[in-house]
């Protein structure tokens, strides 16, 4: 009973509850991930979502638009000039961020947060475009922070040897599953603070189109919605995934 | 400039660490609870911990930002 009911009031948490065609509302407001295409697959069901679709998108963005850079960058000069005064400030930046969390010893994971950086940022932006944030979706944001927990304890176990072992019987052994737990809700709250910004975001702004739009100018909340908490949130995931990584590393 | 960022991110990060340890264990301990029936003691184990885990985790995160050798609850990587 508590189940349904909860499904009736909150059919707003797209990727959280799977896909289930009667709890969604036929008419007004439809926050749900949109299901473009089933597929059949080894006996279960595979949905093609829109989130899929726009990721996929931006992923043909960005892998075009690398590939156009190298091949402009084929003549490179040592003093840079035109274009790629843009790029090397853009990687700059980049890289000093990187640095300023982690140490000069670990900088080469620039590359990397680079690559994470513009696509949750473009993921974000998208809403000003009129698509569905793919990182409105839990699936999506799960999956990014699937890869910083990978490297968290690759670098742990790699850099610190025994000592990464040895961490989670400190400062009491008693304490083992505790510490356990807390290892494993890392990703889980890197995720879900992501996905929860941007959806709320989301939500109060189809909200404002459907029913304020006539008084209120769209434009000012996009301002703060779309553009100040999607490039905060952006620079918060990148920098606590820094950080997260630099706590395992011993010095 | 990146130092108010830092700030922001760990003040709204702290909150979230708190409450995601007592859900994951919330949901293990009902879910064990749901299989060998014995509702609802599993459960309350597990919220204990959950709690416990949350602290530790809200602890562990503040102590990286302040990370001073000579702070006494620096007790983390004394031996290396």
């Keep these: 009973m508590f189940k349904s009911c909860l499904l009736d009031k909150i059919t707003i948490i797209p990727g959280l509850v799977c896909y289930d065609t009667d709890a969604v509302p036929k008419e007004g407001l439809d926050f749900n991930i949109g299901v473009y295409k089933e597929v059949p697959f080894m006996g279960h069901t595979c949905y093609i979502t829109q989130t899929m679709v726009t990721t996929w998108f931006f992923m043909l963005v960005l892998l075009v638009f690398a590939l156009c850079v190298r091949a402009k960058l084929k003549k490179y000069t040592q003093v840079p000039k035109g274009g790629q005064n843009v790029i090397e400030f853009i990687v700059e930046l980049m890289d000093s961020f990187t640095r300023s969390n982690m140490g000069d010893k670990y900088a080469y994971f620039g590359k990397w947060f680079f690559g994470v950086f513009m696509f949750i940022l473009m993921s974000n932006l998208s809403g000003l475009l009129g698509f569905r944030p793919p990182t409105a979706d839990l699936a999506t944001t799960a999956a990014i922070t699937l890869t910083t927990f990978f490297l968290i304890h690759f670098m742990g176990i790699t850099k610190g040897k025994a000592g990464y072992f040895k961490g989670y019987l400190e400062p009491i052994p008693i304490l083992l599953p505790i510490n356990i737990i807390s290892e494993f809700a890392t990703p889980i709250s890197l995720s879900f603070r992501l996905f929860g910004n941007i959806l709320g975001g989301m939500i109060i702004m189809s909200m404002i189109y459907s029913t304020a739009a006539k008084y209120v100018v769209p434009a000012i909340a996009h301002i703060y919605f779309d553009v100040f908490a999607g490039v905060l949130q952006t620079v918060i995931f990148c920098m606590l995934s820094q950080l997260f990584i630099k706590d395992k590393i011993p010095d | ?80």
């Excluded at chain 2, 709204?12 to 264990?25: K, L, N, V």
């Design chain 2, 1 to 80: 400039m990146k130092d108010i960022a830092k700030a922001l991110g760990l003040i709204t990060q702290i909150g979230i660490s708190m409450f995601i340890p007592i859900f994951i264990c919330l949901f293990i301990g009902g879910f064990l609870d749901r299989r060998l029936g014995t509702s609802p003691w599993i459960m309350i184990v597990f919220i204990i911990l959950g709690v416990a885990a949350g602290f530790r985790s809200v602890y562990m995160m503040t102590l990286g930002y302040f990370k001073d050798k000579d702070d006494p609850l620096y007790y983390k990587k004394k031996e290396n």
